[in-house]
C-alpha cells in the first residue's frame, strides 16, 4: 500500500511539471502581450516599463506598464504612462492612462 501511494504521488509530480511552460514559450507569450498593448496604446514610441506581471490563472491577466508620448500637439511631446491589462482568455489588450504611478516633477 506504501508503495502505491509513493508511486501515485511520484507520478502525480512528474504529471504536474509535464504541464510546465518553458523558458521559449513564456518568452513568446510576454512576446505576445507586449505587441498587443502596444498596438493597444495611445501613446507614441509606446515601450515596457520592467517585465509584465503575471497574475494567477483564476484572475486571467498580464499587467503591463508602458511609458511613451502623447500623440497630441497640445502635448508637446510630454511622456506618459498607461496600464494595460491583456485578457488571456480573449487575447484582448485594455489600456488605460495612469500618468498617477510617476511622482510629480519638482521644480526648484
Given at each position: 500500500m506504501k508503495t502505491l501511494t509513493a508511486s501515485l504521488l511520484c507520478l502525480t509530480?512528474?504529471?504536474?511539471?509535464?504541464?510546465?511552460?518553458?523558458p521559449d514559450a513564456w518568452a513568446a507569450y510576454d512576446k505576445t502581450v507586449l505587441a498587443s498593448c502596444t498596438k493597444a496604446s495611445g501613446l507614441k514610441n509606446a515601450k515596457p516599463v520592467g517585465t509584465p506581471a503575471q497574475f494567477d490563472d483564476r484572475v486571467?491577466?498580464?499587467a503591463v506598464?508602458?511609458?511613451g508620448q502623447y500623440p497630441q500637439k497640445h502635448m508637446k511631446g510630454q511622456q506618459g504612462t498607461e496600464l494595460c491589462l491583456y485578457n488571456k482568455q480573449s487575447k484582448t489588450a485594455f489600456v488605460t492612462e495612469w500618468d498617477?504611478?510617476?511622482?510629480p516633477v519638482k521644480t526648484k
Open positions: 509530480a512528474l504529471a504536474s511539471q509535464a504541464h510546465a511552460s518553458s486571467g491577466y498580464t506598464l508602458l511609458q498617477s504611478i510617476r511622482p
